[in-house]
T-cell receptor, first 112, second 114 residues
Framework: RKEVEQDPGPFNVPEGATVAFNCTYSNSASQSFFWYRQDCRKEPKLLMS???SGNEDGRFTAQLNRASQYISLLIRDSKLSDSATYLCVVNIDTGTASKLTFGTGTRLQVTL | NAGVTQTPKFQVLKTGQSMTLQCAQDMNHEYMSWYRQDPGMGLRLIHYSVGAGITDQGEVPNGYNVSRSTTEDFPLRLLSAAPSQTSVYFC?????????????FGEGSWLTVV
C-alpha cells in the first residue's frame, strides 16, 4: 500500500461547481499535512496547510480526519484557473529531519 | 526575487555519461533537497541537506551524489546516467526541515537518458 494515496482523476467539472478530493495516508505517526498545487510542466507550490480543526482559505477548505487517516480539499465555485494537479503531502518528523511524502496527485480540469 | 534556481532546464544524455544539475537558493534556507518526479510515482526524495557540510540519503539515492559546500548551493551529480534516470528533477529549499516550513521548489530540470 502506498504511504499516501490519491485518486489520480481527472476530475472534469464545469466552472462554478464544487469539487472535493480525498487523500489517505498509511502512517499514523504523520504529523502535518499540506496541499500543493502543480500546473502542467511547472513546479509544485504550496496551496495550504491542513490543520486539525480544518481550515479555509477563500474558496478552498481543507479537512483532516486523523481517526480515518485522510485529508480532504474542497474547492467551491471552481474557476478555469483552478485547473491543475493537486498534491497531497504528509510529513513525519524523524527527529533529525522531516520526511515529506507526496501523493501522485489528483488532476482537476475545470471547463466552461 | 530569484528563490530557487535550477539549471539546466532540459538535458539529453547518453547512457554512461555524467552530469551535474545545479541548484542555488538566495533565501538563506538551511534545508535543501532533490526530488525526482515520474508518472504515477509522485515526488520521491533523492538526497537532502540540513545545512552546509551535511547531506543524507533520501528514498531513491542510488546513482546520484550531492554535496553542500555552501548554504546557497546544492548540486546533484549523476555518476553514470542510465535510462531509468529519465525524469523531471526538482530542487527544493526551506527554512528548516520542520513541518511548519513552506518548501519552495525550483522550476524543474527535464532529463532524458538515451
Amino acid at each position: 500500500r502506498k504511504e499516501v494515496e490519491q485518486d489520480p482523476g481527472p476530475f472534469n467539472v464545469p466552472e462554478g461547481a464544487t469539487v472535493a478530493f480525498n487523500c489517505t495516508y498509511s502512517n499514523s505517526a504523520s504529523q502535518s499535512f499540506f496541499w500543493y498545487r502543480q500546473d502542467c510542466r511547472k513546479e509544485p507550490k504550496l496551496l495550504m496547510s491542513v490543520y486539525s480543526s480544518g481550515n479555509e482559505d477563500g474558496r478552498f477548505t481543507a479537512q483532516l480526519n486523523r481517526a480515518s487517516q485522510y485529508i480532504s480539499l474542497l474547492i467551491r465555485d471552481s474557476k478555469l484557473s483552478d485547473s491543475a494537479t493537486y498534491l497531497c503531502v504528509v510529513n513525519i518528523d524523524t527527529g533529525t529531519a522531516s520526511k515529506l511524502t507526496f501523493g501522485t496527485g489528483t488532476r482537476l480540469q475545470v471547463t466552461l | 526575487n530569484a528563490g530557487v534556481t535550477q539549471t539546466p532546464k532540459f538535458q539529453v544524455l547518453k547512457t554512461g555519461q555524467s552530469m551535474t544539475l545545479q541548484c542555488a537558493q538566495d533565501m538563506n534556507h538551511e534545508y535543501m533537497s532533490w526530488y525526482r518526479q515520474d508518472p504515477g510515482m509522485g515526488l520521491r526524495l533523492i538526497h537532502y541537506s540540513v545545512g552546509a557540510g551535511i547531506t543524507d540519503q533520501g528514498e531513491v539515492p542510488n546513482g546520484y551524489n550531492v554535496s553542500r559546500s555552501t548554504t546557497e548551493d546544492f548540486p546533484l551529480r549523476l555518476l553514470s546516467a542510465a535510462p531509468s534516470q529519465t525524469s523531471v528533477y526538482f530542487c527544493a529549499s526551506s527554512r528548516a526541515g520542520g513541518p511548519g516550513n513552506t518548501i519552495y521548489f525550483g522550476e524543474g530540470s527535464w532529463l532524458t537518458v538515451v
